[in-house]
């Protein structure tokens, strides 16, 4: 015990190289050390048994953090974010359920791991949910090549994951789809090809909300004095055939309830729609 507790905690401030050999050369523990470190983390809150129990399981990490170094992401910082899911299961570790440390950790630092390429492989999360997440990780291990998936290789890899193949296929495109800047570049002349000069939306803006507004009251305004200024009969047909809610009254319709012919309710409504579109020109 005293051996592993003499050991310097690799610095983080060093070379990538430097510190795998440092973490390497810790010693692993044997099964009767590492029930003894653990009963006296949980018993007494030991803080040098727990330095113990990490410190001996820092190359684990190192070697499930290098098996994601597909994504792009840095090395260090994989390492880095498995060694935080290390110090979880050693916090939550009972030596008397008879697994190992090794068994128990390596679901906490996938898990730290995973959470850390979600956050920072994308601009955009592309899996949210437990079933995304599974699915995004399994189907990127599963893909033989960078190729599409053909209709053929979907159905395999959708029975292979138990899921919907629209759902191996929605999430390749997630994941082939690159992050696009909404800004031009610095050295980039033209301006008007960046997605920011066409993807704005005034709608919601204050002034063009305001005039959207004022135009709605000024029409309604202006169509109810238009009306006013019919009579009756022409007002009742206008209403009729062009504000009701419900359907519009034919004309034949208009004709029987007037008691006039079709070609008479048309010449009335044409008559009333000019006199309305005087009025409202001279209120505009």
């Known amino acids: 015990?005293?051996?592993?507790?003499?050991?310097?905690?690799?610095?983080?401030?060093?070379?990538?190289?430097?510190?795998?050999?440092?973490?390497?050369?810790?010693?692993?523990?044997?099964?009767?050390?590492?029930?003894?470190?653990?009963?006296?983390?949980?018993?007494?809150?030991?803080?040098?048994?727990?330095?113990?129990?990490?410190?001996?399981?820092?190359?684990?990490?190192?070697?499930?953090?290098?098996?994601?170094?597909?994504?792009?992401?840095?090395?260090?910082?994989?390492?880095?974010?498995?060694?935080?899911?290390?110090?979880?299961?050693?916090?939550r570790f009972d030596p008397e359920r008879g697994v190992r440390l090794v068994s128990f950790?390596?679901?906490?630092?996938?898990?730290?791991?995973?959470?850390?390429?979600?956050?920072?492989?994308?601009?955009?999360?592309?899996?949210?949910?437990?079933?995304?997440?599974?699915?995004?990780?399994?189907?990127?291990?599963?893909?033989?090549?960078?190729?599409?998936?053909?209709?053929?290789?979907?159905?395999v890899v959708a029975k292979q994951l138990g899921v919907k193949p629209e759902e191996v296929v929605e999430m390749e495109t997630r994941i082939t789809g690159g992050d696009v800047s909404l800004e031009a570049s610095s050295d980039d002349d033209d301006e008007r090809f960046a997605p920011i000069a066409y993807l704005a939306d005034l709608r919601d803006e204050p002034s063009q909300a305001l005039e959207r507004k004022q135009t709605a009251r000024l029409q309604d305004e202006g169509l109810k004095g238009a009306l006013a200024n019919l009579d009756a009969r022409s007002r009742r047909i206008v209403e009729r055939r062009w504000l009701t809610e419900g359907e519009a009254a034919t004309l034949h319709e208009l004709a029987a309830e007037y008691g006039v012919s079709a070609e008479r309710i048309r010449q009335i409504e044409v008559k009333a729609m000019q006199k309305m579109k005087g009025h409202l020109a001279a209120a505009m």
Not at 47 to 53: D, G, N, P, Q
């Open 1 to 91: 015990m005293s051996q592993t507790l003499s050991f310097p905690v690799p610095s983080a401030l060093g070379s990538l190289d430097a510190y795998i050999s440092a973490a390497n050369r810790f010693p692993l523990l044997s099964e009767a050390e590492e029930k003894d470190y653990a009963r006296r983390l949980r018993a007494d809150g030991d803080v040098e048994a727990a330095r113990a129990l990490v410190l001996s399981h820092l190359r684990l990490v190192i070697a499930v953090a290098r098996g994601y170094l597909g994504y792009g992401l840095p090395h260090a910082d994989l390492i880095q974010e498995g060694n935080v899911g290390l110090m979880k299961a050693v916090k």
């Open 105 to 155: 950790a390596i679901h906490w630092i996938k898990a730290e791991i995973h959470e850390y390429i979600l956050r920072n492989w994308r601009l955009v999360k592309i899996a949210t949910t437990k079933a995304q997440r599974k699915l995004f990780f399994n189907l990127r291990s599963l893909k033989s090549s960078l190729a599409t998936l053909n209709a053929d290789e979907v159905q």
